[in-house]
């Protein structure tokens, strides 16, 4: 449910002669700061004068301005000082605007009773622009309540009001709150008219902060339309005035939470939801406060924190019960709901708590919640053996396919083919996953940035995990594959928007380069970087949030592909697509224009056996230890390399050969897997891909001309001992080659060179971020060559070989989404990659590199070449470059 954005401010409009007090008044919702110290210099030349009118007045506009400064205890204490001065003078028109003063503070402070009685006695005193306002504050206070229709009525009877008196800055706060809520009924378009309107009028009077509210708002009318990046880009604006401004926008953190949870950085919206929450508590924003509490609920819930949520949401329902919003206790009950339901709970008790939210949330008008509950009744119908009533609980929760934020038209779409399964209808079921998964393929294309795409697919867990047991279930291997496909790595099938000439972005990641250095510099000199670094902190969230603003350009995603059409790319290659189900692992192979299904190991045992494999390579490749440990780290190895290949590639054997090239698409931790240190790879070319079909449509370009005809470019790195033997040895290879080292190895200057290289060769330090994998980079003479700098490119090389530690790796989110150098790489259509997933040490790496070339040169394709090079080489760092893309 939307909500009202800030109680109103009562204004009264200086006469010709207005005094100093009547001034400050006025001026508090522009200038409170300005508007205090005037109040307070009222006051004092109105208590010497004895003036009660003034004084009256003069308090009026200290308790505004305390109020705008959300000083709320201050701002109740002198508004009532306000209220009880003019009784005594018996000024009934000042009495009167100190009540409706103080009916705005108390609805802040938590107390709808309180100000709805406050505006209830100050009516008779009121007349033109001053009743119009007391309109616009009941109608807050209706809005509050969830008494929708009544305060719409309001709004409607203030306007004309306050417009025949030429209040354009109530007009705007009036237009304000109307559009949050229309936004709340759906009528998107009804809220983006009122708050334009708004635009002009605070941009006509120069009013900064009203101006920041509206763009605030327009964010989350943007966000409720799906139209992510337009929202975050509003949010963005009105978050650059605040900051300049000094001010903590705590009802914009919760506005930022409500927008980017449905987009899936969940992390990041909790943090926005627990901030808000901390600054309200600290104002005494109590209404703003209950409903902040309700937002980290959710956040708790979608982060797998159920008590979080739990305990949030019965903190914010009894906020709302005290406060006597039965609208909103009503909300806060659905997110106790879903808590219970996330935990497990599986009642009947539960399920009649789930009808009677339904029932009420609809009673009040909230469509979106009251079409969650449902969902959540199906379900809980279904596990209790209650086809039937699973049935009508969806029919009545239909329309939740239709409209509606995308992850709630996702989870219908998994409900109803739920229901279609109990009835024995598993072609029905399918359907209902796909058109969940179609509905989300569209949501993904809306957006521009590859973090946004790549979150999207959490949303598809339940529908492709659902597509996947009936395929597994059937022994189907043709619809095995395609459940992944639809699933698996879908943002990489996108290529990142970016507009052509973003100086902002740019500006950005050249400032984060600087600082990167004097990071660098300052550690190795031993000087305090702690500033540098929280610089630099602010400089990634600034370039994150400016990538998430493009728009996608992209209507959905194209079919997966079949075993027919990956028949004719494969030739005598095998194909290996691996899936994870219930913790257990199963392969699809594709070979001989077939689809066959195996079953695998377990994946909790190969991420075990991953874990020590990849440690065991680190340590024999750089030499650690003594010549007993270094022996018992290769016994390590080889226990470690022959599980992984009994539990991966044992079931496979009589399918895979002994021999012929394959093709691998792994799945979670297994994309850091080194493939070729398993006996049963050793020697053989293997390619690995994030998909089947990024795989194909890699394998189906058009193959760049031998090295000889083709643009090679070749880039030295700082700081790496080896690197430049390497390079020049290189350079000899392929003298027509564009050769960048030294200061001349710049970030703009190296990716001017790889866009649209034919073949380009990196030997640079190599760093892969864990904690955001778009930041992952290569050391250049100027700072980190990131994820952020290669979606630039307008395209990328098609042979890329990075001579750099941990290049190869790449964050895996939900879907096998990959983020990192890599897949940034494939996103922008690049064929091969050569890189490595585990650390290697220079002088060997080296040797591996030339001996690489030797064999590109020769004519071998990637994938054998780099097979070719590693035979009879040091086998710990053979084993740690993998062969990306097409092989």
Request: glycine share 10%; net charge positive.
């Amino acid at each position: 449910m939307a909500r009202a954005r800030s109680a109103p401010i009562p204004l009264t409009h200086p006469r010709a002669s207005a005094g100093p007090a009547e001034q400050a008044v006025t001026l508090a919702p522009i200038d409170p700061e300005r508007a205090r110290a005037l109040g307070l210099e009222a006051r004092r030349q109105a208590r010497a004068e004895r003036d009660a009118e003034a004084l009256s007045t003069a308090e009026l506009a200290i308790g505004s301005a305390a109020k705008e400064r959300n000083d709320l205890p201050a701002a109740l204490r002198h508004l009532r000082q306000a209220l009880q001065v003019a009784d005594r003078a018996g000024l009934p028109l000042h009495a009167a605007r100190a009540r409706l003063a103080l009916a705005s503070a108390l609805l802040i402070y938590g107390d709808p009773t309180g100000a709805m009685r406050e505006t209830e006695r100050a009516e008779p005193g009121l007349r033109g622009g001053d009743l119009g306002r007391l309109y616009a504050q009941r109608a807050v206070i209706l809005h509050v309540q969830g008494r929708l229709d009544e305060a719409l009525e309001l709004y409607r009877r203030a306007l004309p009001i306050l417009r025949r008196a030429g209040d354009g800055l109530y007009e705007s706060k009036v237009l304000n709150n109307r559009a949050m809520l229309h936004s709340s009924r759906g009528a998107l378009a009804a809220a983006d008219a009122d708050l334009r309107r708004v635009e002009q009028l605070s941009s006509a009077m120069g009013l900064g902060r009203t101006m920041a509210i509206t763009r605030q708002n327009l964010g989350f009318v943007a966000a409720l339309r799906g139209d992510l990046p337009a929202a975050l880009a509003w949010f963005d604006r009105a978050d650059a005035w605040f900051g300049a401004n000094g001010i903590v926008d705590a009802v914009g953190l919760r506005d930022r939470c409500e927008a980017l949870l449905p987009a899936g950085l969940v992390m990041e919206a909790r943090s926005a939801a627990e901030e808000a929450v901390r600054h309200l508590a600290a104002e005494g924003r109590a209404s703003s406060l209950a409903e902040a509490r309700l937002l980290l609920s959710e956040a708790a819930l979608r982060d797998g924190d159920p008590v979080t949520g739990r305990v949030e949401a019965e903190r914010a329902r009894r906020a709302f019960a005290r406060q006597r919003r039965p609208v909103w206790v009503a909300i806060a009950r659905h997110a106790e709901l879903r808590a219970a339901w996330l935990s497990g709970e599986r009642s009947p008790a539960l399920r009649a708590s789930a009808r009677r939210v339904a029932a009420a949330l609809a009673a009040a008008g909230c469509v979106v919640p009251a079409l969650d509950a449902r969902l959540i009744a199906a379900h809980l119908a279904l596990e209790l053996g209650r086809p039937e009533e699973a049935r009508g609980e969806l029919a009545s929760a239909a329309r939740a396919r239709r409209r509606g934020p995308v992850d709630l038209r996702s989870r219908a779409w998994h409900a109803e083919a739920l229901v279609r399964l109990a009835a024995g209808n598993r072609r029905g079921a399918a359907s209902a996953l796909r058109a969940g998964m179609r509905v989300l393929d569209r949501f993904r294309g809306a957006l521009g940035a590859t973090e946004l795409r790549a979150h999207v697919s959490a949303h598809a867990a339940d529908l492709a995990l659902l597509g996947l047991r009936l395929a597994v279930e059937d022994r189907r291997a043709d619809r095995v594959l395609a459940w992944a496909e639809r699933w698996r790595a879908s943002a990489l099938q996108l290529r990142p928007v970016r507009p052509p000439d973003d100086s902002v972005l740019e500006a950005g990641l050249a400032e984060l380069r600087q600082v990167t250095n004097q990071i660098e510099q300052g550690v190795l000199t031993g000087r305090d970087v702690a500033s540098l670094q929280r610089r630099q902190v602010a400089l990634e969230q600034a370039v994150q949030r400016r990538a998430r603003h493009v728009a996608g350009d992209a209507y959905g995603l194209p079919p997966p592909p079949g075993v027919a059409e990956l028949a004719a790319p494969l030739g005598e290659r095998a194909l290996v697509e691996m899936v994870e189900l219930d913790g257990r692992l199963h392969a699809v192979v594709v070979a001989g224009g077939r689809a066959s299904l195996h079953r695998l190991g377990g994946l909790e045992e190969a991420t075990g056996e991953l874990a020590g494999l990849r440690f065991g390579l680190r340590r024999l490749a750089f030499g650690h230890g003594s010549p007993a440990s270094r022996k018992a780290a290769a016994a390590a190895v080889a226990h470690a390399a022959s599980r992984l290949d009994h539990l991966l590639l044992g079931p496979l054997r009589t399918r895979l050969g002994g021999e012929g090239p394959l093709v691998l698409v792994p799945t979670g931790a297994l994309h850091a897997l080194p493939w070729s240190a398993l006996p049963s790879l050793a020697g053989r070319p293997v390619s690995v891909a994030p998909s089947a079909a990024l795989w194909r449509r890699a394998a189906t370009m058009l193959p760049a001309a031998k090295p000889a005809g083709r643009r090679v470019v070749i880039v030295e790195g700082p700081g790496l001992p080896g690197a430049t033997g390497e390079v020049t040895a290189l350079a000899g290879h392929y003298p027509q080659a564009i050769c960048l080292a030294g200061p001349g190895a710049t970030v703009a200057a190296v990716a001017g060179a790889l866009d649209g290289a034919g073949l380009a060769h990196v030997a640079a330090h190599g760093a892969f971020r864990v904690d955001n994998p778009l930041f992952s980079s290569l050391q250049l003479a100027d700072g980190p060559l990131t994820v952020y700098d290669l979606e630039g490119l307008g395209r990328a090389p098609q042979l890329l070989v990075l001579s750099a530690c941990d290049s190869g790796l790449s964050g895996v989110r939900p879907g096998d989404e990959l983020m990192g150098l890599a897949g940034a790489l494939f996103a922008l259509g690049m064929r091969t990659l050569i890189a490595s997933v585990v650390p290697v040490p220079d002088t060997a790496t080296t040797e591996l590199m030339l001996a690489l070339h030797e064999a590109l040169k020769a004519g071998l394709a990637p994938a054998n070449a780099l097979a070719q090079a590693g035979s009879g080489r040091d086998a710990a760092v053979s084993a740690s470059f993998v062969c990306f893309g097409a092989g």
